[in-house]
Structure formats: C-alpha cells, structure tokens
C-alpha cells in the first residue's frame, strides 16, 4: 500500500509558474513508478507526465512538453511536477499517482494503482 498526498497548488497568473510536490508513504517509493494526471471541470482526466522510479526516464503529454516538469527524490519519497509558461487550459485538480511497474512511462491512468487526493490549480488572467 502506498499513500499519497499532493500539495503546492493555488491560483497563479497565466505566464507563471508553480511547483507541484507529491509526498509517498509506505512501501519503498523506489518500487515505483509515478505520474501526473489532470481533470477539468466537466472533462476527462488526462495524462501529464510520467517518471521511472530511478528519474532516468520520463515522458509527457504533447500539450505540456517543454513547459512542465517532473522529478522525483527518492530518499525523501518525493514527486514534483514544475509547471511553467502556466495557460488558462492547464487549470485542473492535479493528482499524483503510482503505478507497481517500476520501468513504466505509461499514460494510460488504468496502470496506475494508488492515486492521491488531488490539488488544485487556477489559472487567471
């Protein structure tokens, strides 16, 4: 079992930035994988980023590529993503999720076995 909890959202301007971070508890976080996921209002949850569980791979959505990203420090069982270049279409409760695949980039949210709560992200004008 793997409990997570993210935090660091908040309500930013368009053209900023802010630093999500994603506290596991439990079993060793280095036996996984982790990713980022959003979901807006009256849409889908979507794929953000994904990292490996040594950092050495990771892999993003086209729509964040070169403006977010994702990290991880194992000894402190941490994940973080960094958002940056923040647009009005990245507002979303963000949620931090784990996957028992360790070698996994997966975007597919259904390999994903523990899920935080979520945090939430304003983007205004």
């Known amino acids: 079992q793997v409990q997570l909890v993210e935090s660091g959202g908040g309500l930013v301007q368009a053209g900023g930035s802010l630093r999500l971070s994603c506290t596991a508890s439990?079993?060793?976080?280095?036996?996984?994988?982790m990713g980022w996921f959003r979901q807006a209002p009256g849409k889908e949850r979507e794929f953000v980023a994904t990292i490996n569980w040594s950092g050495g791979s990771t892999y993003y959505a086209n729509s964040v590529k070169g403006r977010f990203t994702i990290s991880r420090d194992n000894a402190k069982k941490m994940v973080y993503l960094q958002m940056n270049s923040l647009k009005f279409e990245d507002a979303a409760v963000y949620y931090c999720a784990a996957t028992a695949n360790r070698y996994s980039t997966t975007p597919d949210d259904r390999r994903y076995d523990y899920w935080g709560q979520g945090t939430q992200v304003t983007v205004s004008s």
């Open positions: 439990g079993r060793t976080f280095s036996n996984y994988a």
